[in-house]
């Protein structure tokens, strides 16, 4: 009953706001675009690194590695392109 009139009284007051960029914002926006396609160039790179390393290791009969590699770049990636949604969904409720 103490919880009802709690909710009623502060809670129901508040609502549910809706997101708004700050001012200045397209900045901050920019720079998560460019730390996107850093992230992505990484993950490139780090898979074509993985993938040549696998051809060598397969080449000179060595320990296989590579393919941790190869999964750990691609996990990454789906990661790093998803944290958006991933956000969203967490916080987004």
């Known amino acids: 009953m103490i919880l009802m009139a709690v909710h009623e009284a ?3 007051q ?10 200045g914002s397209d ?10 396609w850093f992230v992505l ?8 690194f993985a993938g040549g390393t696998f051809a060598w290791e397969k080449w000179s009969g060595g320990t296989l590695h ?3 590699m190869i ?3 691609m996990l990454g990636g789906v990661i790093a ?4 949604t991933i956000m969203n969904a ?3 409720g």
């Open 27 to 36: 900045k901050i926006l920019q720079l998560v675009r460019y730390l996107t």
């Open 41 to 48: 160039l990484s993950g490139i790179c780090g898979i074509t």
């Open 90 to 92: 967490v916080i987004g």
């Open 81 to 84: 392109t998803s944290a958006g």
């Open 66 to 68: 590579s393919p941790k």
């Open 14 to 23: 508040i609502g549910n706001p809706t997101p708004e960029p700050p001012p």
């Open 71 to 73: 999964a750990g770049g």
């Open 10 to 12: 502060f809670v129901a």
